[in-house]
């Protein structure tokens, strides 16, 4: 904590504010006063709310403390920095779904999703996600791209399950229909 301590103090001397704020923030952390750290963090953004980095570290330490409302917030600053950061997308994805807003959840996995075609754990994610709004031919549709990508027999055999079970009320409504 000390070298932080001294940059604070040298920062704080020079009169660059944004840096001051930053190092007794990261001082704090190392000491274990997170709620001092978050509020010299806030201040940072304050002055100067494009370094993603600090964005991050702000919002983790939010959801560390439980302030995961708060902390959404920055995550959706991140996205308006960097539009296909995955991890803010991932964040904000699991955010929405723990709020029970799955249409927002569903959009923050088809942008995760479109940011790396090769994340199988999102997919399936939107699948479930897909069914959970009743979006039965996207979910189908999800589910046909993961089974080409899964290696896992155990997981291949419970996508196969979901998506004969889909089918199934895709017909049965077509039937009665």
């Not at 570290?57 to 959706?76: C, K, M, P, Q, W």
């Not at 996600?129 to 899964?150: F, P, Q």
């Amino acid at each position: 904590p000390l070298t932080y301590q001294m940059k604070a103090l040298v920062y704080d001397e020079t009169g660059d504010e944004y840096n001051a704020h930053l190092n007794w923030g990261r001082y704090n952390i190392l000491r274990g006063n997170n709620d001092i750290a978050t509020n010299e963090f806030i201040n940072a953004v304050q002055l100067r709310a494009d370094d993603v980095n600090v964005l991050f570290t702000l919002a983790d330490l939010l959801t560390e403390t439980g302030d995961v409302n708060h902390a959404a917030e920055y995550f959706e600053k991140i996205l308006k920095i960097e539009p296909n950061n995955k991890e803010a997308l991932r964040k904000l994805a699991s955010y929405r779904e723990s709020i029970g807003d799955y249409k927002s959840q569903v959009s923050y996995l088809e942008k995760l999703y479109e940011a790396d075609t090769r994340d199988i754990e999102s997919l399936k994610i939107l699948a479930k996600g897909y069914e959970k709004i009743k979006a039965r031919d996207k979910a189908i549709e999800a589910y046909n791209k993961y089974l080409t990508m899964v290696k896992d027999p155990i997981e291949y055999k419970s996508a196969k399950d979901k998506l004969e079970k889909l089918e199934n009320l895709s017909a049965d409504e077509e039937s009665v229909g």
